[in-house]
C-alpha cells in the first residue's frame, strides 16, 4: 500500500460516515411520514387533533400522547374541547394580582408567544393605576423592531 493510497481511506470513511447518516435521515423522515399517514387513514380525529396541538406549539410526542386520552366515540369539536380542557388544567396559575403587588418580574419565552404585548399592557394597566412615573421597563433585547 502506498502513502496516497492510506491518506485517502480516512477521508473516503469520513465521506461514508456522512453519506450514511443521510440515508438513515431520509429513512426516518419517510418512516415517520409513513406512519403520520397511518394514524391519519385509520384514526382521522386524532390525527386532527395532534396536528392542532402542533400547530399550538405542542411537542409531537406531548400532542400524541394526549390525544391518546380522549374518547373514540366523541365528535370532533367534544374531542377539541377536552383537550383544550386537559392542556387548562395542566397549567398552574396563581390568582395574585402583580399590578397590587408590584416588583419585578421577567417575562421569558420564544419568538411570538406575546412577551412584548404583554409587558405594554402590563405597563399602560401600571401607569393608569399608579402612574407613568411609577412603571419602569428595562430589556435586555438587542433587536428593537417595536422602537422603529
Known amino acids: 500500500m502506498t502513502k496516497a493510497n492510506t491518506a485517502a481511506k480516512p477521508d473516503e470513511m469520513t465521506s461514508m460516515r456522512e453519506e450514511m447518516n443521510a440515508i438513515r435521515q431520509l429513512l426516518e423522515h419517510q418512516v415517520s411520514g ?10 382521522p380525529t386524532r390525527a386532527c387533533l395532534t396536528d392542532r396541538l402542533q400547530g399550538m406549539g405542542i411537542d ?10 380522549i374518547p373514540d366515540d366523541v365528535s370532533r369539536k367534544e374531542a377539541w374541547n377536552a383537550l383544550l380542557s386537559m392542556v387548562v388544567n395542566q397549567m398552574h396559575t396563581t390568582n395574585n394580582d402583580i399590578l397590587r403587588q408590584g416588583g419585578v418580574y421577567a417575562l421569558v419565552g420564544p ?5 412584548t404585548t ?15 412615573d411609577k412603571v419602569a ?6 433587536y428593537r423592531i417595536g422602537a422603529y
Open 111 to 115: 419568538t411570538g408567544v406575546g412577551k
Open 60 to 69: 409531537a410526542e406531548v400532542a400524541e400522547q394526549m390525544a391518546c386520552f
Open 34 to 43: 409513513l406512519m403520520q399517514q397511518d394514524m391519519a387513514r385509520r384514526d
Open 118 to 132: 404583554t409587558v405594554a399592557k402590563l405597563a399602560a394597566l401600571g401607569a393608569q393605576k399608579y402612574g407613568a
Open 137 to 142: 421597563l428595562i430589556t435586555t433585547d438587542t
